[in-house]
């Protein structure tokens, strides 16, 4: 039965038009890849101009249509331009993922209202907003995908992490609770849950605290294999969920493992992540540093060799190197 409803939902990308928030590294961008290489149209935003140049360069001998706009996704009248702007230049969406995120990686003691808000405004009303953006068109047509990348952080509180997974625990019950609405008018809406992955991004995320022992432990966790997981498989699993219009996917076993036990043993789970808080690194310094003004000598080391190719792979480089040069 799943089998034939999914079949019967099948959807091909050739010719659709396709947003993709945050595309310019990472995740985003191993998904706008293959997407291009199914013949969709491409509509990327990002807040970094040249970060956007580099994949629209990239990317523009394998779509048939890319179009790169500057969006800070933090202001709502920011993305009301960028959609305006799609639906006079281009044309109506057919498919959006929302995927644009921020981290900050440090104890809560060193997190401040701003930090929360911020998350909340890129992991929850972005999302939003840009979804209540492209709804009339798609409710008009009877059609229509829509994919949040939330995460782990948004099933399983995790610790040094609060307003992240505050944030992805909001946007888990937006995108859930639209789902069956939406379903009904022929818009599905896919949840995806992913746990570690090696996109390279951790030099990207800001750290607190004692920045550079955090930086450590994050980048070497997301780094090993088994714990860690490939994220061009990601993408490709993301795909063919939207492909398919699949209510949830969660990546990575691991991820499912844990969230299997937090559901049949709360208690054990909270009692494991405390241990886990007690030994993380301590601090109070609230400056909020990016991981590659994080170094130390264990990470980048060979224990992160594995994010750091990932990092030269998806264009995850840029802004240390701009900010050297």
Not at 41 to 65: G, I, K, M, S
Not at 130 to 142: A, K, N, S, T, Y
Not at 257 to 277: D, G, K, S
Not at 291 to 320: D, V, W, Y
Request: aromatic share 6%; hydrophobic share 45%.
């Amino acid at each position: 039965m799943r089998g034939s409803l999914a079949l019967s939902r099948r959807y091909s990308f050739r010719d659709r038009l396709v947003v993709i928030t945050g595309a310019s590294r990472g995740l985003g961008l191993l998904m706008a890849r293959r997407l291009a290489d199914e013949g969709a149209y491409l509509v990327l935003c990002a807040r970094d101009a040249e970060e956007l140049a580099v994949v629209e360069e990239e990317l523009n001998d394998r779509a048939p249509f890319v179009a790169t706009y500057v969006c800070d996704l933090a202001d709502p009248d920011d993305i009301a331009k960028f959609f305006e702007r799609i639906r006079r230049e281009i044309g109506s969406v057919d498919v959006l993922i929302n995927n644009a995120g921020i981290m900050e990686v440090g104890p809560a003691e060193t997190m401040t209202i701003e930090d929360y808000q911020e998350a909340m405004a890129v992991h929850f009303w972005a999302p939003l907003l840009c979804i209540e953006h492209v709804l009339p068109d798609m409710r008009r047509r009877g059609e229509g995908r829509i994919v949040n990348i939330s995460s782990i952080g948004g099933e399983i509180g995790v610790p040094h992490l609060v307003p992240y997974c505050a944030s992805k625990f909001a946007l888990n019950g937006l995108s859930q609770g639209l789902r069956p609405e939406l379903a009904n008018q022929g818009i599905y809406v896919t949840t995806v849950c992913p746990g570690l992955m090696r996109t390279g991004s951790p030099r990207n995320a800001f750290f607190k605290g004692q920045h550079r022992a955090e930086f450590a432990w994050f980048s070497i966790t997301g780094s090993l294999p088994g714990v860690s997981m490939n994220a061009d498989r990601a993408a490709r699993q993301i795909i063919n969920a939207c492909r398919h219009g699949r209510a949830k996917i969660t990546l990575s076993i691991p991820a499912k493992l844990a969230i299997t036990v937090n559901t049949i043993a709360p208690e054990l789970t909270a009692n494991l992540n405390a241990l886990v808080a007690w030994l993380m690194p301590r601090g109070k310094g609230r400056a909020a540093h990016e991981g590659f003004n994080s170094k130390s000598a264990f990470s980048p080391s060979i224990l992160t060799a594995l994010n750091e190719r990932a990092a030269e792979k998806n264009n995850e480089m840029l802004q240390e190197a701009q900010q050297v040069t």
